[in-house]
């Protein structure tokens, strides 16, 4: 009987261990997802040339998502 208890016994740790981890991974992919989608900005985005590599880069993440307010 105490055989059959302990393998039960571990057999429930390593489920609820996987449980863990599975939700572990489920959540850092869904942060990552998120914050990869985001792009925040107000106003008008002045993509028009001459741009500095940090204003080019700008646009380029604002045509990425997307984002409405962009003059060309």
């Known amino acids: 009987m105490s ?3 302990n393998k ?6 390593i489920i609820l261990l996987a449980v863990f ?4 991974i489920v959540v850092i992919t869904f942060l990552l997802i998120r914050n990869q989608n985001t ?6 985005i002045d993509c028009q040339p001459i741009l500095s590599p940090e204003e080019a880069d700008l646009c380029k993440k604002a045509e990425a998502a ?6 060309y």
């Open 3 to 5: 055989r059959k208890k």
């Open 39 to 44: 792009f925040e900005y107000e106003g008008w």
């Open 8 to 13: 039960d016994k571990k057999q429930l740790i």
């Open 66 to 71: 997307n984002y409405p307010y962009i003059a």
């Open 21 to 24: 981890l599975i939700a572990i």
